[in-house]
């Protein structure tokens, strides 16, 4: 984003895109964690025939958390999917109309998600919610946290966007891409 910004606007910027890349790095590590994880039990099965118990359990959960620990930043990047039939056609600030309502759609859809999954978290805390059978169970109340907070997270991005789609379209090519002057 621009440099000539005033100071609390640069400021927020840079704060919000800083934890972006927190949450990016949190999940890089957790993917590699359960990569790691998968070898070991791949091995354990092959060479000494004890799989790692809970390995399955572990994946499935990681899968949603990984996933929402990727998103804001993946937003504030503007690493999503588009069509550009209307688009590449459209002016400078017909662009960032466009891309305020999208961010607009997307900023509401995650706050439905943070506000929908609350009652589910809090439950999940009350009985210390678990998920397996048998040997281990793995504790799900951590990722319904992180689904709620991520929500929220995410909508606060997007309103960030909004404002930047609004007031610095200029910001950004026609490929969504950053200008070089960031």
Not at 116 to 140: D, R, T
């Amino acid at each position: 984003m621009s440099s000539d910004l005033p100071a609390w606007e640069d400021k927020t910027e840079k704060i919000v895109e800083s934890f972006a890349k927190v949450l990016n790095i949190i999940s890089a590590v957790w993917i590699f964690s359960v990569a790691a994880l998968i070898l070991f039990d791949v091995v354990g099965r092959e060479v000494f025939l004890t799989p790692f118990h809970g390995t399955n359990e572990i994946v499935s959960n990681s899968v949603l958390a990984i996933l929402m620990l990727q998103l804001p930043l993946t937003i504030l990047n503007r690493s999503s999917l588009r069509t550009t039939i209307i688009y590449g056609k459209a002016s400078t600030m017909g662009k960032g109309i466009i891309d305020s309502v999208s961010y607009l759609l997307a900023g509401l859809l995650f706050l439905a998600i943070g506000i929908g999954s609350w009652p589910n978290m809090i439950e999940a805390w009350a009985i210390l919610e678990q998920e397996g059978s048998g040997i281990v169970e793995i504790p799900v109340y951590p990722i319904r946290t992180l689904v709620v907070f991520v929500g929220f997270v995410g909508a606060v991005v997007c309103s960030l966007l909004i404002y930047h789609s609004l007031t610095r379209p200029e910001d950004f090519d026609q490929d969504g891409d950053v200008e070089a002057g960031e």
